[in-house]
């Protein structure tokens, strides 16, 4: 019996898990462009890779992060450094420095799913090709939450299409140091990811429905 129900999941990196270091973005790159040519995931078709979808930035994050570093930080950069009168205290590469701060990450990763192996089995790939507009809505949530999108590629060579979305949390008006920083603290605390988790079920299974003209329910969840 079909269910009437469908399931938002969504994966952050945290620990040992994290992009902590520039090196740590080259590794991810690896696994989410798809850069090698053998895999031991039993879901994964390598055949299949050539239909993965990159919804923003290139092949290489490494890159996509550095010209997102630029864009949003440069000004920042140079107001703090207007203020220091030692040349040691002045901030050269604002990506190097929060990539060898071990308090820090670079970017976070996270994964955004909807449904599982059952709900996609007898899905052509066409179809599967539609959750480019529902991932998108996805990422518009992310954005609005303080979340800056560097990279993002639907995987469509798994079992089910899931969204691999490499992001740079930013935060502004910091007292001491630059005013405007990345800090993960700052953009997703605990009742910051409950607010985050209920926006995305809702607004991703919406755009689900619309998609595909169904009028799947969400799953009942305690958001407290």
Known sequence: MARNYITVSFIVGS???????????KKINNHNHRNFKKSYNEDLDLRRS?????????KNISKDIEKLYKDEFDEAVYNYNQKQKRNDRKIINYLDKVSEDEKKNVAVEMILQLGDREDWQNVSLEDKKKMEQVFKKGLEVLESKGFRVGNAVIH??????HCHIVAVPIAYDFKTGMEKQVSMKAVLDKKKLFELRKELDEKLIDEYNKTYDKDLERRKRDYR
């Open 15 to 25: 620990k040992k898990h994290a992009i902590q270091t520039k090196e740590k973005l």
């Open 50 to 58: 050539k239909d993965n979808i990159i919804l923003v930035g290139t």
């Open 156 to 161: 469509l060579d798994e079992a089910s299409p």
